[in-house]
């Protein structure tokens, strides 16, 4: 049973096991001593709806917890993004699961937050995933060469898969400069930033080999022909010897 399992699934399953047998040794013990087992269930059993009721939110999260192990949202190594909070999953326990962030930070999350929230798993049934940057040129300058450009440096970078292809795309007209955007694919995750960051240096230089500025904002102002600017002269007292 514990090989047809996982790592966790195995741990889990030897933990209910535990607890289960020795429930069953002490009922077995306290039937041999003479105890009247029908009074210790009647207890038990009302000990157990105070106890539920008291610890709904646990029971919540225990409850999750098998359903994780069961389905399999998400499994120990799958980079997960839950609210705002992403990372890898590190471990899967019965009340909560750990993800370990971009910071390396180990955040402990309950489990019904993976059931009764959103859950993003970028590594579920496929590891390609798409970005994108964007890239702003001047008016007048050949959108075609830009996209032209950006393309080949995307297309020459390692970690960006062949198919599906990257791609450049005119957005819309902005206000002080034509917006682009490349999209591209990749199968691994724990090199975005990286790869990110390496287009966007690659992409600058591409363009300023071939004379291309990057648009930055600007903000004209513009002064009314007949307004009339009031203008004061200064003079600072001489600096006495």
Not at 34 to 62: D, E, H, P, R, W
Not at 171 to 200: H, K, N, P, Q, V
Not at 213 to 226: C, K, M, N, T, Y
Request: glycine share 6%.
């Amino acid at each position: 049973f514990g090989a047809r399992l996982g790592k966790q699934e195995s741990m889990m399953a030897r933990r209910f096991a535990f607890y289960g047998l020795a429930a069953l040794t002490v009922a077995a013990t306290q039937h041999q001593l003479g105890f009247n087992l029908s009074v210790l269930l009647g207890a038990a059993g009302i000990l157990t709806v105070a106890i539920g009721f008291a610890s709904q939110t646990s029971a919540s999260n225990l409850i999750s917890g098998l359903f994780l192990i069961w389905e399999k949202p998400c499994q120990v190594g799958d980079l997960v993004t839950i609210g705002n909070v992403e990372g890898t999953v590190s471990r899967i326990r019965i009340r909560a699961t750990n993800v370990t962030t971009l910071d390396h930070q180990e955040l402990v999350v309950p489990n019904k937050d993976f059931i009764t929230g959103s859950l993003l798993n970028w590594s579920l049934t496929d590891p390609t995933t798409r970005l994108h940057i964007d890239i702003r040129i001047a008016y007048g300058t050949d959108p075609r060469q830009v996209m032209a450009l950006v393309e080949q440096v995307a297309r020459a970078d390692e970690k960006v898969v062949a198919y599906p292809e990257p791609f450049v795309s005119c957005e819309r007209f902005g206000e002080d400069a034509m917006e682009l955007r490349l999209r591209f694919f990749m199968d691994d995750m724990d090199a975005r930033l990286d790869t990110r960051s390496r287009l966007i240096c690659g992409i600058d230089q591409a363009l300023a080999d071939a004379g291309i500025a990057i648009a930055l904002p600007r903000q004209d102002i513009r002064l009314a022909a007949d307004s009339r600017l009031p203008v004061e002269l200064v003079t600072e007292p001489a600096n006495q010897p």
